[in-house]
């Protein structure tokens, strides 16, 4: 199929990075105007809705009552400090609960979201890799990879994490610091996470994975924010997993594979 000129990419140089936030928004019109990739959607959706009731349920509420016994223990003089604070916390808290219900929804939804990337290639590329048959051994087999590949995410996170963390021992400023960290670090994961349908289809390395983010800058960047975005938002991050899938393979078929 004919890339139509609303599918092309937007531009180039440096107004990358807006036309890398654009891809979320790009691939709902893709979805709309195709619906065979539907049936490789809307099982991930249901996995996401289970997984998500149950999440929101139990850590969202936790985490509000920290944030307010937080918040309680400034001086009363410092109100906007406060307000200023909470708000931020409360951000880094969507976005803790959107990394998390990602890490359910990618390695869950990952056979349908092969195939999805699959298709997609496909119409864009003249190179594309077979995916495999749907089949138990198949989905049992990606869903395995999927766990490996979040065991290395889980070491990249973890140190920087740490030091992140640290930061918040500098009153005020060191809160403000975390926050900004959290967020640049989250859009890297999401940029892993919603590349790797085509990356995994390739076999690539972590290492590889992350050179792709690297060199793919500044559109990967407005890309990671803006999925990152879709999937902290409660609810709206049940059906954003598999939108942002769908724009990590357009982001893949229009950049990435140019580029190797």
């Known amino acids: 199929m ?5 599918d092309a990419p937007m531009t180039s140089g440096p107004l ?5 936030v654009l891809y979320p ?5 893709v979805i709309g105007r195709t619906p065979r990739l539907w049936k490789f959607i ?8 289970m997984v998500g009731i149950t999440l929101y349920v139990g850590l ?13 223990g400034l001086p009363e003089m410092a109100t906007f400090l406060a307000v200023v604070l909470q708000v931020l916390l409360i951000v880094v808290l969507f976005i803790g609960l959107g990394y998390v219900l990602v890490r359910f929804g990618v390695v869950l939804g990952s056979p349908w979201y092969g195939q999805l990337a699959e298709k ?28 490996l590949f979040e065991g290395k995410k889980l070491a990249f996170v973890l140190p920087i994490t740490l030091a992140l963390l640290a930061l918040n021992l500098i009153p005020v400023a060191g809160t403000i ?18 590349f790797d349908a085509p990356l995994e289809r390739r076999r690539l390395r972590f290492r590889a994975k992350l050179g792709v983010v690297r060199r793919s800058l500044p559109a990967s960047a407005g890309f ?29 078929c229009e950049r990435i594979a140019e580029q190797r």
């Not at 990358?16 to 890398?20: H, P, T, Y």
């Not at 969202?60 to 309680?72: N, P």
């Open 224 to 252: 990671g924010l803006a999925c990152l975005g879709l999937v902290s938002i409660p609810f709206i991050s049940l059906l954003a997993i598999p939108v942002c899938v769908t724009a990590g393979a357009l982001f893949f």
């Open 177 to 194: 610091l975390f926050a900004a960290g959290s967020i640049a670090l989250g859009a890297t994961v999401t940029c892993l996470d919603f």
């Open 60 to 72: 969202l509420v936790a985490g509000l009552r920290w944030i307010d016994s937080v918040v309680a």
């Open 16 to 20: 990358d990075l807006l036309s890398g």
């Open 2 to 6: 004919q890339q139509s000129a609303s």
């Open 25 to 29: 928004f790009r691939a709902l019109g």
């Open 42 to 49: 809307v099982i991930p959706i249901l996995l996401n809705i």
């Open 120 to 147: 997609l290639e496909r119409e864009r590329l003249a190179d594309v890799p077979p995916a495999p048959a749907l089949s138990l051994g198949t989905v049992a087999f990606d869903i395995w990879r999927a766990l």
